[in-house]
């Protein structure tokens, strides 16, 4: 019964919700004859979708791609930097300032300078700016993981003698596993936001953001939109996947142990 139930809460609710939402959507559409430039009806959508879904999955492959880039670099990054600065306190002052700096850089900004950078034709710079937005919270989440040791742990490995890395390595890192993946979780969203956002500013031709220009500009706003639910699918895979490693991850975790 508790697993049904459990099944039901997590899948089948939301599912409906959405069913639901969709209904009504169509429904206040077509009753105010809503126009498409304005917002176009989930059928409408649907079936552009459809008819494009090879351009669409071409897209998401390109800007998915940058994504995954990005969390990865992104991630590895945060997580080894956040860990340096635990260990090391003159590190973890010093990196306030420039995580500060980071975390406010406007994507509208860094994107053409990236390109200059690295070149129009190359997918370097919307690589990075992926990078640069999960880097922030999964160095954040990171380090306040790593912070949360209970003290026992530390005295336990400091009779033990051990090195602080080996207590980086055999505790604090295990421990703050929670606190990693609400990082990488977080992240994950915004490495497909950020790779999404920099296509519209330059760069090669591909990508689901660059289609969501090609689409409203020509006037074609339900294909435009059909281009916005591929890029939503995108981050919900991305999160799905990273929701499903946790899980396996920190499956024997327990925050009493």
């Known amino acids: 019964m508790r697993s049904s139930a459990g099944i039901y809460r997590t899948v089948l609710a939301p599912v409906l919700l959405g069913l639901v939402a969709l209904a009504l959507w169509q429904l206040l559409v077509v009753a105010f004859d ?3 430039f304005i917002v176009p009806g989930p059928v409408a959508i649907g079936t552009e979708f459809g008819a494009n879904l090879s351009t669409v999955l071409q897209g998401a492959l390109v800007t998915g791609g940058n994504a995954l880039v990005g969390l990865v670099i992104g991630g590895v990054t945060g997580i080894l930097f956040a860990i340096i600065a635990a260990l090391v306190r003159v590190v973890d002052e010093l990196s306030a ?3 500060a700096a980071l975390a406010v850089v406007p994507i509208v900004a860094l994107a053409p300078v990236l390109y200059t950078m690295f070149g129009a034709a190359a997918e370097t710079g919307r690589q990075l700016v992926a990078a640069i ?13 790593l912070r949360q040791v209970r003290p026992v742990h530390r005295d336990l490995m400091r009779v033990y003698a051990a090195s602080a890395w080996q207590t980086t390595r055999t505790v604090t890192v295990p421990g703050a596993l929670p606190f990693i993946f609400t990082g990488l979780r977080i992240a994950s969203s915004l490495a497909v936001i950020s790779a999404l956002i920099a296509e519209y500013f330059g760069g090669p031709i591909g990508g689901l953001g660059k289609s969501i220009t090609s689409a409203a500009s020509g006037s074609n706003y339900s294909l435009a939109w059909a281009y916005v639910l591929g890029a939503i699918i ?7 996947v ?4 946790e899980k396996i991850a920190t499956r024997h975790y327990s925050p009493n142990t």
């Open 34 to 36: 809503i126009k498409a």
């Open 133 to 145: 937005a999960v880097f922030i919270p999964v160095y954040i989440n990171t380090l306040r993981g």
């Open 234 to 240: 995108v981050g919900l895979v991305f999160y799905c």
């Open 242 to 245: 990273t929701l499903a490693i």
């Open 97 to 99: 300032a420039v995580v």
